[in-house]
């Protein structure tokens, strides 16, 4: 496996709050998508089309993630607002963590090619923890 990341969750915030984390750490963000970006995206309002749909900003060795809880999916708690990222090191690699790392729990994406060019799923486990897992070639 390459590496384990965080990804922040928001109710809207995204970019507000890591605007103040660069203000502090320095840098710059390497990745920044908005739910508009989404090839083929349903029929949305002009607010929810500028919610982050992932954004990325290096600290040291680690890649902190944000996202903004799409609508119709809830709002985001503290204690339900983060997610752990599985960054790995083949497509055959993801599959075996997300079988069973997902196995009881809730699949929310299955293991898929996606627009943004990552082998990636989505659940939550049997113990309420959420989990991405990602492959990139």
């Given at each position: 496996?390459?590496?384990?990341?965080i990804t922040?969750?928001?109710?809207?915030?995204?970019?507000?709050?890591?605007?103040?984390?660069?203000?502090?750490?320095?840098g710059?963000?390497?990745?920044?998508?908005?739910?508009?970006?989404?090839?083929?995206?349903?029929?949305?309002?002009?607010?929810?089309?500028?919610?982050?749909?992932?954004?990325?900003?290096?600290?040291?060795?680690?890649?902190?993630?944000?996202?903004?809880?799409?609508?119709?999916?809830?709002?985001?708690?503290?204690?339900?607002?983060?997610?752990?990222?599985?960054?790995?090191?083949?497509?055959?690699?993801?599959?075996?963590?997300?079988?069973?790392?997902?196995?009881?729990?809730?699949?929310?994406?299955?293991?898929?090619?996606?627009?943004?060019?990552?082998?990636?799923?989505?659940?939550?486990?049997?113990?309420?923890?959420?989990?991405?897992?990602?492959?990139?070639?």
């Open positions: 496996m390459k590496a384990i990341n922040l969750v928001y109710n809207g915030q995204t970019e507000a709050a890591f605007n103040f984390y660069k203000s502090v750490f320095g710059e963000f390497s990745n920044l998508q908005r739910m508009k970006d989404i090839p083929g995206a349903p029929p949305m309002s002009a607010e929810e089309s500028e919610k982050i749909l992932h954004m990325s900003f290096p600290i040291g060795s680690a890649i902190l993630m944000g996202m903004d809880m799409p609508a119709g999916r809830g709002t985001v708690n503290q204690g339900n607002n983060f997610m752990l990222t599985l960054d790995t090191s083949s497509e055959e690699e993801a599959t075996k963590l997300f079988n069973g790392l997902s196995a009881d729990g809730t699949v929310m994406m299955p293991m898929a090619h996606q627009f943004w060019g990552s082998f990636f799923g989505m659940f939550t486990d049997k113990f309420g923890i959420q989990w991405m897992v990602s492959y990139v070639k």
